[in-house]
């Protein structure tokens, strides 16, 4: 097995900014509640009209900066929002799932076994291009962190305890379940070849196991001594399944090689944290597609040194972003979109180089969420109890 720890010359600086979908962090991070923050406001000036089920905004927004970018701000829909969870979009940038009630408190996030009672809340679908919502159904439901073209990952806390994962169409009809037992499952993701990870314990336990469905059975990977696999993620090329493992305050990614069936042990481990708790672990995770990453890299928010960094679970390689960085999308082969404490930025950082050249494009806290073609993403931004959708065009120079 390969150790990798990332080098100690690297300072730690920074605020922890940032969860791998609870955006409420980041109003931490800027010292007072994110509906502080300015609306979302239209070519002509004016702002967005507020309703239940949120807005249109029918101009574009072309913003001139003092900066080596060109670019293009196009609001999409500003949506109720329970004010800690950032959206997940659908690939094509056309549908948003919102957590628009509930889902707020850690014990629900992270499947706790003293959990008490039912917190999932409720998503409402938005679709981008019509101004339409639908609410899913389904009772107490909680947004997932894994999407594909068919709709999002979604749990249920059941009123005996347990725990169900199930797919929630982008339409807003009736979700399709995908997990449905006796036990607590959580922190699904979605993988190549029609693949689905989680987590899951016993009611009555407290140590998740790691289950890979496959397209000819489950795999189980028992939970580590004393300890628990948390928040599972494929690599983009499929061939690597990269998990969290909390054991004794320390916080490691593991890395499994996937063919046919997953290995049974990592193969290469990276050391995050010696003193962590379940919350931090929660908060290393980057919400993104990881195919759009490409090859065996894995992106996530150090506990340690509070920046974002790609691991290469090929090579060992980690390298880490700028200082107060919280947040990324990859844009192309160099070119990220990194969400920091203060701004969006553009910035480049190849894995043979770790030299950081960050542009500043937008002031405030927007988190990119969604790469599109042609230099195209979706960005979010929480305002309180709303959340603004906006497209970002970065457009060629003069």
């Known amino acids: 097995m390969h150790r990798t720890v990332v080098p100690a010359r690297c300072r730690a600086v920074g605020s922890l900014v940032f969860a791998f979908m609870p955006a409420v962090l980041f109003a931490a991070a800027c010292g007072g509640p994110l509906g502080g923050s300015r609306p979302l406001v239209a070519a002509d000036g004016e702002g967005p009209q507020r309703t239940d089920v949120g807005t249109r905004e029918p101009a574009q927004l072309v913003l001139a900066r003092q900066s080596a970018v060109r670019f293009r701000l196009v609001p999409l829909q500003t ?12 690939p094509d940038g056309t549908y948003a799932a919102v957590q628009s009630l509930g889902a707020a408190r850690w014990q629900t996030l992270l499947a706790s076994s003293n959990e008490h009672g039912l917190d999932g809340g ?52 009736e979700p399709q379940w995908l997990v449905q037992d006796e036990q607590v499952n959580a922190f699904a993701s979605i993988g190549p070849k029609d693949r ?10 407290n140590q998740f196991d790691l289950v890979v469905r496959h397209a000819d059975g489950e795999q189980v990977i028992p939970a580590p001594e004393d300890g628990n696999w948390l928040a599972p993620q494929f690599t983009g090329d499929g061939r690597s399944l990269v998990v969290l493992r909390l054991r004794d305050g320390v916080l490691s990614a593991c890395c499994f090689a996937v063919g046919d069936r997953a290995a049974d042990h990592p193969e290469r481990v990276l050391d995050l944290s010696w003193r962590a708790t379940a919350p931090m672990a929660y908060q290393t ?9 490409g090859g065996a890299q894995w992106a996530f928010f150090h506990p340690r040194f509070r920046r974002v960094g790609l691991w290469d679970v090929r090579s060992g390689q980690s390298k880490l972003f700028g200082t107060g960085s919280a947040s990324i999308v990859q844009l192309d082969a160099e070119r990220f979109l990194v969400a920091t404490t203060d701004g969006l930025d553009i910035d480049s950082l190849t894995m043979g ?16 969420l969604l790469r599109l073609a042609d230099d195209r993403a979706v960005i979010a931004r929480m305002r309180g109890t709303q959340v603004d959708i906006a497209r970002l065009d970065l457009l060629p120079p003069n």
């Open 79 to 90: 949506c109720p929002s329970n004010g800690f969870t950032l959206p997940i979009v659908s």
């Open 285 to 293: 995770v980057v919400p993104q597609r990881m195919e759009l990453l």
């Open 196 to 205: 689905l990870v989680w987590c899951r314990r016993a009611r009555e336990g």
């Open 353 to 368: 180089d770790a030299r950081s050249d960050a542009s500043r494009l937008l002031d405030g806290v927007w988190v990119p």
């Open 122 to 173: 409720r998503i409402t679908m938005h679709d981008l291009t019509k101004g339409t919502s639908a609410v899913v159904p389904g009772g107490e439901v909680l947004l997932g962190r894994s999407a594909d073209t068919r709709g999002c990952l979604i749990e249920s806390p059941r009123p005996d305890g347990s725990r169900w994962i199930g797919l929630a169409p982008w339409d807003g009809s």
